[in-house]
């Protein structure tokens, strides 16, 4: 997020885009054909240097732009003016001089906000400096329930695989688990083992993991309450995320460096230095993302000079 961003939506040749929209939207499967599959299969990159940009107009909004999500036909966001700005990804063919055009506008929180979560289609949870969690109804336009048990700005949130829990960070250096409905939130559990800003979080069936500003990363289980790994990766932690399967987890520290950890050993098992050490010093190169399958495919992003 940036503000005015550039958003692009990315899909395979074999795949128009309406057809993808429609795909997802019905729980059919989506993504190239067969033989696309088996040359990616031999050769992951093939299937990332098939895949072909489609620019959205820069988002308008009056602030920064502070967080960004998306089902299969919006794209949501989120900025320091307190607005929740929703635009279609795919328009119809007779709309395509407005791509990009904003389609609908709430003013959600005076103050500012700082992060989005789909939870389900038209329903989000939104974080932002005024220390609440919000779930908000799209289509309706109002929240549907709030809550302010943090102490300090809500940094990120993330709903678990399983779409049952919703995981929300937080500069007070908490971490808070919610079970939520589609009208309610409930904080279920809090755990306050980091001991600086939380910089990203994320959770799976019965684990939470999280990493901070200083570099620290955490992983909890939900049942018993308390942390099952613990490490320092030097510096600040950018995002991280958690496989389906609880057996791997995945960190992008401030370096560039991607780690991965086997969970049935607690071992460090992959290290990757996206970007040379020099690249990051000397000309400003910096990651803030990750995508990962926990299978062949990586995907990082961010900014360079």
């Keep these: ?42 050769d992951p990159w093939k299937a990332l240097r098939a895949l072909r940009p489609r620019p959205l107009a820069k988002i308008v909004a009056t602030g920064e732009v502070t967080g960004v999500t998306c089902c299969a036909s919006n794209l949501y966001s989120v900025a320091s003016d ?12 007779e709309e395509e001089e407005g791509l990009g055009r904003q389609r609908r506008n709430f003013r959600v929180s005076p103050m500012p906000l700082s992060c989005v979560e789909l939870l389900q289609p038209e329903l989000l949870a939104i974080g932002g400096l005024d220390n609440r ?17 943090h102490a300090d700005t809500v940094t990120c949130l993330k709903v678990s695989s399983c779409r049952q829990l919703l995981v929300s960070g937080s500069r007070d250096q908490s971490v808070r688990v919610w079970r ?15 001991q600086q800003p939380v910089t990203c979080a994320s959770a799976d069936e019965n684990l939470v993991l999280a990493g901070a500003s200083d570099g620290q990363m955490v992983l909890w289980d939900i049942r018993s309450g308390e942390p099952v790994l613990e490490r320092e ?3 600040e932690v950018l995002a991280c995320d958690l496989n389906l ?14 780690r991965f950890w086997d969970l049935r050993r607690n071992c460090e098992s992959v290290r990757l230095p996206v970007i040379p050490s020099t690249a990051t010093s000397e000309r400003g190169t910096s990651m803030s993302s990750l995508l990962t399958d926990f ?10 000079p």
């Design 180 to 194: 939520w409905t589609s009208a309610s939130l409930r904080n279920e559990e809090t755990f306050d083992d980091l």
């Design 233 to 235: 990766l030097g510096c």
């Design 295 to 304: 299978g062949q495919n990586l995907i990082v992003g961010g900014q360079t």
């Design 133 to 149: 969690v919000t779930l908000y109804s799209s289509s309706r336009g109002s929240a549907l329930a709030q809550s302010q048990v």
């Design 1 to 42: 997020p940036a503000n005015a961003a550039n958003v692009h939506t990315y899909h395979l040749p074999s795949t128009s885009p309406a057809t993808a929209a429609a795909a997802v939207s019905s729980g059919a499967p989506t993504g190239p054909t067969s033989a696309v599959r088996k040359a990616a299969a031999q």
């Design 82 to 93: 307190g607005c929740l700005r929703i635009f279609p990804i795919f328009p119809d063919a």
């Design 245 to 258: 399967g609880k057996t791997s987890a995945v960190a992008l520290d401030a370096t560039g460096v991607v």
